[in-house]
Nanobody, 126 residues
Framework: QVQLVESGGGLVQAGDSLRLTCAAS????????MGWFRQAPGTEREFVAC????????LYTNSVKDRFTISRDNAKNAVYLQMNSLKPEDTAVYYC???????????????????WGQGTQVTVSS
């Protein structure tokens, strides 16, 4: 089992950058597929990015490609989301998620993930 805690959210202006961190517990972090999702008020939770076990491959939703970068440090049990050129439409609560070992890391649906953090608010003003 793994516990996830996100941090790094805040209020920024359009064009600014933020780096989110997800700290994970557990000794087998490198065997979990990791992803970031976001949810704006009145909307469903939306896939943002996911990363392979080693961190060598990643998938992104189209709206964040070339602006966001997901990475992981298995030695530190952490996954990151570097967000550049932020836009007001990026405003949401951002969640870190983990999928159990033996599942594909290429998971873009929320129901493919087994563990979730509590979320961190990102607000981008225009």
């Amino acid at each position: 089992q793994v516990q996830l805690v996100e941090s790094g959210g805040g209020l920024v202006q359009a064009g600014d950058s933020l780096r989110l961190t997800c700290a994970a517990s557990g000794r087998t972090f490198s065997t979990y597929g990791m992803g970031w999702f976001r949810q704006a008020p009145g909307t469903e939770r939306e896939f943002v990015a996911c990363i392979s076990y080693s961190g060598s491959s990643a998938l992104y939703t189209n709206s964040v490609k070339d602006r966001f970068t997901i990475s992981r440090d298995n030695a530190k049990n952490a996954v990151y989301l570097q967000m550049n050129s932020l836009k007001p439409e990026d405003t949401a609560v951002y969640y870190c998620a983990a999928s159990s070992p033996l599942k594909t890391w290429r998971a873009t649906s929320a129901d493919e993930y087994d563990y979730w953090g509590q979320g961190t608010q990102v607000t981008v003003s225009s």
